[in-house]
Structure formats: structure tokens, C-alpha cells
């Protein structure tokens, strides 16, 4: 929480929506989510709607500003057996730069999620994501990354939780998906009486 008060390139609540959706989304998907935080007891806890998302989950508490200088940051992410990392984090030009450009460098495919990260000016947050583009970093929004794992509505095993995630997340065309349900359970009154 001690980041949302200094965070100036998007709205707050835009932040925490969207890295709820995104961490609702990979654990729909499969993706195995590594969650830390810097110096918990300080002000660093992480906001409450992602770590419910993975209740029990441990949150690595490090005191590293750079997450791939912590040890126990990497041994968990190269436990996934996964090659491509996805970031996102508060704040961008800082937390998220530093590990984004340091695992390229060791030949990660890395993905940063540009609407569910944050700097402290939008000037920060633009900077960074032009840096981390420059050393090789994919950039998204956590939307097109969930339709990317979806890729086909005929695909059903994930259609129904991303439809929820989509519901709560998606705020016009999450109301625009309702409604849509709706007239779809509702017969149309015949013209013929």
C-alpha cells in the first residue's frame, strides 16, 4: 500500500483493479505466480485483492529494491520450469526496470504489464517502459495478455472464469457482457399474436 500514495502515472484504483484481473487470470490459466514484497513490516504488504487470489500462498518479503538479486525470488521463478517471465509491480521505473532488464540479460523472455504497474510520474512510468523496450522486454496490458492465453472463445476449459474475471474487471464491457447475457436468456416477445 506505502507505493499507491506516491503513485502518479495512473490511478490507483485502475492499479489495483487491473493487477487483481491479472492475478485472477493466471491463476484461471495455470500460471504458476510468484508474489513478494519489499520489507512487509514497512509499509510494503501487498494489496489484500491479489493475495486472495492465492490464499496460503507465501509472499516472498525481500529486501532487495532489484527482485532478481533475491535468491529466493529466482529459485522460485526457475522452479517453474518456465523460459518467459511476466512483471508487473509498483513502481515501474524502479521495482519493475531493474529485474525486467537484468533477466534479459541472462536471456529471459520477459513481458511486463504496463497497466498493472505504476510509477511515480507518468514521465517514470513511460521512461521505463521505454528503457525495458530498448534491452528486448515485450510490453501488455493484463487484458491482451488474458485474451492471448484464451485465444479461442470455442476453447472452453478457461472461457467461464475468464468471462467472470472479464465481468468484474472489464468495467463498460464488463456491464456490456451482462446485459448481453441477459437479452440472450430473454425470448423476444413474438410480433405474431
Known amino acids: 500500500p506505502y507505493q499507491l500514495a506516491n503513485l502518479n502515472s495512473h490511478d490507483?484504483?485502475?492499479?489495483?483493479?487491473?493487477?487483481?484481473?491479472?492475478?485472477k487470470a493466471a491463476k484461471a490459466f495455470g500460471v504458476p505466480t510468484i508474489l513478494t514484497s519489499v520489507i512487509a513490516d514497512r509499509g510494503g504488504l501487498l494489496f489484500p485483492q491479489i493475495t486472495d487470489v492465492f490464499p496460503g500462498q507465501?509472499?516472498?518479503?525481500?529486501?532487495?529494491?532489484n527482485t532478481w538479486e533475491d535468491k529466493k525470488v529466482v529459485d522460485a521463478v526457475k522452479a517453474t520450469?518456465?523460459?518467459?517471465?511476466?512483471?508487473?509491480?509498483?513502481w515501474t521505473e524502479?521495482?519493475?526496470?531493474m529485474p525486467v532488464i537484468q533477466a534479459l540479460g541472462e536471456g529471459w523472455d520477459?513481458?511486463?504489464?504496463t497497466d498493472a504497474s505504476g510509477g511515480t510520474s507518468v514521465e517514470a512510468h513511460e521512461v521505463a517502459i521505454q528503457r525495458m523496450i530498448?534491452?528486448?522486454?515485450?510490453?501488455?496490458?493484463?487484458l491482451a495478455l488474458a485474451s492471448e492465453w484464451q485465444r479461442d472463445w470455442a476453447r472452453t476449459e478457461h472461457a467461464a472464469e475468464l468471462s467472470d474475471i472479464l465481468k468484474y474487471h472489464v468495467g463498460g464491457s464488463g456491464i456490456a457482457f451482462l446485459w448481453e447475457q441477459q437479452l440472450l436468456?430473454?425470448?423476444?416477445p413474438s410480433a405474431v399474436s
Request: hydrophobic residues 55%; proline residues 4%.
Open 185 to 188: 436468456n430473454t425470448p423476444v
Open 58 to 65: 507465501e509472499v516472498i518479503d525481500r529486501t532487495f529494491i
Open 94 to 97: 524502479i521495482c519493475v526496470a
Open 12 to 23: 490507483p484504483q485502475m492499479v489495483v483493479n487491473n493487477s487483481t484481473a491479472l492475478a
Open 134 to 142: 530498448a534491452a528486448g522486454a515485450n510490453m501488455m496490458t493484463w
Open 110 to 113: 520477459v513481458t511486463v504489464i
Open 81 to 90: 520450469g518456465r523460459k518467459q517471465l511476466i512483471i508487473a509491480g509498483l
